[in-house]
């Protein structure tokens, strides 16, 4: 086999849950790229559509679908509408998360002040709701693909060292990181030793979702957060969604056969920096 063939996803289906967003879209199209069928899941049925027309208009097969990741029937549809489509399920891409106002600290809303509610929600979202429980419907069924399967989620810089104001962020993609690990032994060791399970951690990357932390209005200017993140992001800017890309294939890949229970940081270098 020739070294490029081993990154090649020619013949497998991947499952992007989340795939209508800035990230969940780019590795989709990324895997599409690849070789890859490609099953786009998301709330918004727009948005999954709109990712899988841009593939198709790029020669891949795609196909957009609307999900819930909050409603277990809704993942149990979804599961079976692929299956019904595509067939086996080789990859599946957990790319659903997000923060939120109410569980963010900020100077008119204090730690003491943040709501059980909001708290809850932010921590389901991001590992309950978008990690453990797709893996769980998804997983099932990959369980048996006679030539293994791989799962990768995503983690964040803010697992290992935490954000200030996100402590609900903070503390869900910890045990996103923590549960990888878990999984990857889980499924290897119950199931086969072909399933994979491995995490990427990105740095700072801007979407729509966090534009006003890091940018202001011209969304040119720095805000003092942006500014003091590129202060310690050796490589001096922040993420494009393109540069998640390579390390994704690689690791739903051949390339990584040997390869399960790991986070890989995507971070400019913003883990390695001790600020001095």
Request: aromatic content about 8%; overall charge negative.
């Amino acid at each position: 086999m020739q070294a490029t063939d081993m990154f090649k996803l020619t013949g497998k289906t991947a499952v992007v849950l989340g795939g209508g967003g800035v990230l969940g879209s780019a590795l989709a199209e990324g895997f599409a790229g690849a070789g890859a069928k490609v099953a786009i899941a998301d709330l918004s049925q727009e948005n999954a559509n709109g990712c899988a027309e841009r593939i198709q208009a790029a020669g891949g097969e795609a196909k957009g679908y609307a999900v819930n990741v909050f409603e277990r029937d809704s993942l149990t549809a979804c599961c079976d509408a692929i299956h019904a489509d595509f067939g086996q399920v080789d990859i599946l891409l957990n790319a659903v998360g997000g923060n939120a106002p109410k569980a963010t600290t900020s100077p008119d809303q204090s730690f003491f002040e943040l709501s059980e509610q909001g708290l809850h929600d932010v921590m389901h979202l991001n590992f309950l709701a978008g990690i453990v429980h797709p893996s769980q419907v998804f997983g099932e069924r990959m369980k048996d693909n006679p030539d293994g399967a791989s799962i990768m989620n995503i983690s964040s810089m803010s697992a290992d060292r935490p954000l200030t104001r996100v402590l609900t962020y903070s503390a869900a993609k910890a045990a996103v990181s923590n549960f990888t690990k878990w999984l990857s032994t889980h499924m290897a060791m119950e199931y086969s030793p072909k399933f994979r399970v491995n995490a990427i951690a990105p740095g700072f990357f801007v979407t729509e979702q966090n534009r006003r932390l890091l940018l202001e209005e011209d969304d040119e200017t720095l805000t003092a957060r942006g500014q003091s993140i590129i202060d310690h992001t050796p490589a001096g800017r922040f993420g494009a969604p393109d540069d998640l890309v390579g390390t994704a294939i690689w690791l739903v890949s051949d390339a990584s056969r040997f390869v399960t229970g790991t986070v890989i940081p995507i971070d400019g270098g913003f883990s390695s920096y001790a600020g001095v």
